[in-house]
């Protein structure tokens, strides 16, 4: 594509039209597959079950494993799995096993009775939960490490674009749809077979070129060598590569300013969200609306509108940089939160479904492209996969554990909806007054630059 009359725009398509990019196309929607199955569908599933809504709420907890991946990241980073990593090299051999494991834990999904066998259901979430938080590690780092620095954000814009196709249009509003006509035991087997697409795009790609490897293998065997003095040689190498893995990658971002201010910013700007999406689907079969219309508006008219919304996304960020971008977002996502006390005003209309549902998404997209953007930027190359995990697993961490009272709080509410959604609006806007300190006193390295020039 070369049209004359928009060479900016032609120039603009360029970096996504790469089978780097196509790659990491599929791995989005890899990591995005298994969302669904155990935030907004399973809500669902276990709502026509006859679980109650505390109940409900209380599964957010199963998902712990993605606010808690950091703590397993070292091994994605440094521990070689026998067969998988000699055969496909470090991050694909990883890539392949968890998404092994991820399909046999979405099968004993499907073979279980919600109804009957809570605790069961519980256990097979966490597994899925667990195998997908550590694909998440290994696809993450994958695509910090293929990409150069200056393509981040088209990388972070394809990956979401992915994750939305998985997750949203397959395994949301195809898995509503599999339900409706088949019952959810086999929309979730025929899910669990989507997991080869992201396998797939694991055996047609290469391996990464891991960029400071050598700088790290080079430390490791300094601290070895001081530790051999005073610790037999296994012991002493065993210390090193504990070091190595797990120490200094925490250690290196500790030492940098303004590093807890940034860590409680990501813990908290999306709490708000979260206790929205997750007693979002609870919400629409207690209003009365079908699991069709609910496929239809909410999986995608809202991923049209999320799509839009990563789109102009990258424009805003690109513009304004990441934590300006990120700013104008987050309010706009908290006023967009008021249309679901609207839509529980009206009731069940279907016009207003899809104007809370089209709004909040494009918010969201918003929001997504720019955040997932800069932290990124935030990782050390040579420890990419800890640190993106820490500061993802810090981003999750609110939308799992905070957002698992969220079912207690509308029971709390004796079911009152609009008073719910008025409290996710105030609570969406906690992390500005953080972001904002981070705009004033540690701007990205790019924002920097652009203050520096102006000035």
Known sequence: ????????????????????????????????????????????????????????????LAATPYAINFLW??????????????????????????????????????FTTPGQHLLMMAMATLLVTTAS????????????????????????????WGWHLGGTVIGGAGGLYLAKTFGWHTAYQVLALAVLVGMLAILLSPEPQRRSVKAVDDEEARTRNRLAARFPPRLATLLAWLHSAVVAPFAEFMRRDGWLLMLAFIFLFKFGDAMLGRMSGVFYRELGFELDE??????LYGFAANMLGVLLGGVLAHRLGYLKALFVAGLLAAATNLTYSLLAVVGQQTW?????????????????????????????VAYTATQYSLLASLGNLSRIWLSAGSGYMVDRLDGNWSVFFLITAGLALCGLPLLWLLMRRFPTHTEAARRADSG
Do not use: H
Not at 133 to 157: C, F, H, K, M
Not at 294 to 299: R, S, V
């Open 133 to 160: 938080a550590t694909q998440d590690i290994v696809i993450d780092a994958y695509r910090i490490e293929v990409l150069p620095p200056e393509q981040l954000g088209n990388g972070s814009a394809v990956a979401i």
């Open 294 to 299: 609910i496929a239809n508006i909410a999986k």
């Open 352 to 380: 207003m479904l899809a104007i809370a549902v089209i709004s909040d998404n494009l918010t969201s997209g918003l929001v997504t492209v720019a955040f997932v953007a800069y932290i990124s930027s935030l990782c050390n």
């Open 73 to 110: 990241a070292p091994l994605i980073d440094r521990l070689r799995l026998p067969w998988f990593c000699r055969t496909f090299g470090q991050r694909r051999g990883w890539a392949l096993f968890t998404q092994l494991w991820l399909m046999a834990a979405i099968l004993w999904m499907s």
């Open 1 to 60: 594509m070369r049209p004359r009359l928009f060479p900016s725009f032609a120039r603009g398509l360029q970096p996504y039209l790469t089978r780097r990019m196509l790659t990491l196309l599929a791995l989005g929607f890899a990591s995005g597959l298994p969302a669904p199955l155990v935030f907004s569908n399973l809500s669902i599933w276990l709502k026509d079950a006859g679980v109650s809504r505390t109940d409900i709420g209380l599964f957010a």
